[in-house]
């Protein structure tokens, strides 16, 4: 996405990819209307991706595309409600969730159930049931996260700073619930 549709010039995303055929005018979307825009969408995938994996260069790419957007965003706030939505994440300290279990492991159900009944629009999560050394090389946040004692283990973390572990579905929806 980056290679095909970023603007390296101005940033922000073009509607078309640069092996397109050649057009006289290669536009971008910002707008949100009953579907967000690509550039929205976009920069709200990049703000996770950024916590999800550590690349700073993901968040930087956001940035860019809400400076470009400031003006507008404060004229007609209306038109962008998803683009909104990426400047709520960026300013808020999002929940980090890890979600770890051996395959087989039916207790992973029961936390599954409390993690996508509980509201939380300001969240990443990671899953991991197989190979999570190697799913760890790729997503740090789900380094040093294994399935403890062999049951499905969820990790609540904010701002870097992590809660205890937890294994059941009342515990995880305790740490859900708190802010720190």
């Not at 073009?14 to 825009?37: C, Q």
């Not at 996260?145 to 992590?162: K, M």
């Not at 809660?163 to 802010?179: A, C, F, M, V, Y």
Request: with cysteine; glycine share 4%; charged share 25%.
């Amino acid at each position: 996405m980056i290679e095909q549709f970023w603007d390296e010039e101005n940033g922000g995303f073009f509607f078309t990819g640069k092996s397109h055929e050649e057009l006289i005018v290669r536009s971008k979307d910002f707008l949100d209307n009953a579907t967000p825009s690509g550039n929205s969408v976009a920069m709200l995938v990049l703000l996770r991706l950024a916590d999800l994996t550590g690349n700073q260069d993901y968040r930087r790419r956001a940035m860019t595309m809400l400076r470009l957007l400031v003006n507008q965003i404060q004229r007609y706030p209306s038109a962008f409600g998803y683009a909104l939505c990426g400047l709520d994440f960026y300013l808020s300290t999002p929940k980090e969730i890890a979600l770890t279990a051996r395959p087989d492991d039916q207790s992973m159900k029961a936390l599954l159930n409390a993690l996508w009944r509980t509201y939380l629009p300001n969240r990443v999560i990671a899953i991991c049931t197989r190979n999570c050394e190697k799913a760890a090389q790729l997503i740090p946040f789900l380094r040093d996260r294994q399935p403890n004692d062999g049951t499905a283990t969820a990790y609540v973390c904010e701002g870097y700073t992590c809660q205890i572990p937890s294994r059941t579905e009342d515990e995880l929806l305790k740490q859900l619930s708190t802010s720190r």
